[in-house]
């Protein structure tokens, strides 16, 4: 690829970026195990993003469960085409993060 066709990819992504907006709210839940009878959650959350990151189980015994599942999601564009997804089903907790979402 010539060093053009890459600066016209660049502009493109790049106003592809500002001229759109997507919002995503998510709802679940996040456990962390530690071997620890202390948490350092600074040294906790560092693990984690590094092992995620490798693939590979965090150090010092430390193990961490997420689930997440979209609420909504929202896709703006600049000549206001919008795109939206709600879960159906909602709980009344979901229902509080949806407005939130709306508000967003």
Excluded at 17 to 41: H, N, P, R
Excluded at 70 to 79: G, I, P
Aim: glycine share 6%.
């Amino acid at each position: 690829m010539s060093f053009i066709d890459e600066l016209v990819d660049s502009a493109r992504s790049l106003l592809t970026d500002v001229t759109s907006l997507d919002v995503m709210t998510l709802s679940g839940g996040f456990k962390v195990v530690t071997a620890d009878d202390e948490i350092d959650f600074a040294k906790t959350y560092a693990e984690l993003a590094k092992a995620t990151q490798a693939g590979t189980p965090a150090g010092g015994g430390t193990t961490a469960t997420v689930s997440a599942e979209v609420v909504a999601f929202t896709h703006v564009d600049l000549d206001k085409d919008v795109t939206q997804f709600v879960k159906s089903n909602l709980t009344d907790a979901e229902k509080t993060l949806l407005e939130s979402h709306r508000e967003t």
